[in-house]
């Protein structure tokens, strides 16, 4: 089964002093997650996102669509990268998400995939 775990943290907590030293620690924390899980064969890709304000979010309306800046979704967390991983059960993909270095007040949200074309 595939799984997604979506990386959630708060952009403005990185901007903290005390997080810019720990940065490169959790950086080869992540090098050495994704070495692991290719050298089992459990990832197929993960990645880390732009900041925000570079993105882009296009809402479909009865009219048509329209593109904003930035996500839509008000919320204190953002989305700031993701393991797409494959596990046998929701146990197993909750073990690895576990291992997913982050700040304090980080979150990791598992998601199983239903449907993924072969």
């Known amino acids: 089964m595939k799984y997604l775990l979506l990386i959630y943290s708060q952009e403005a ?5 005390e997080n810019h030293a720990v940065l490169p620690d959790i950086v080869a924390r992540h090098e050495a997650l994704q070495d692991q899980l290719r050298a089992d064969g459990k990832t ?27 996500p839509f979704a008000e919320t204190k967390e953002q989305l700031a990268g993701f393991y797409l991983v494959e596990a046998p059960d929701m146990a197993a993909a909750e073990a690895w998400a576990r291992k997913i270095p982050q700040i304090a007040g980080g979150k990791v949200e598992v998601r199983e995939i239903i449907h993924s074309p072969s």
């Open 13 to 17: 907590a990185w901007a903290l002093p």
């Open 44 to 70: 197929w890709l993960a990645a880390r996102l732009a900041n925000t304000p570079a993105a882009r979010t296009v809402v479909t309306q009865a009219e048509g669509q329209v593109a904003h800046d930035g």
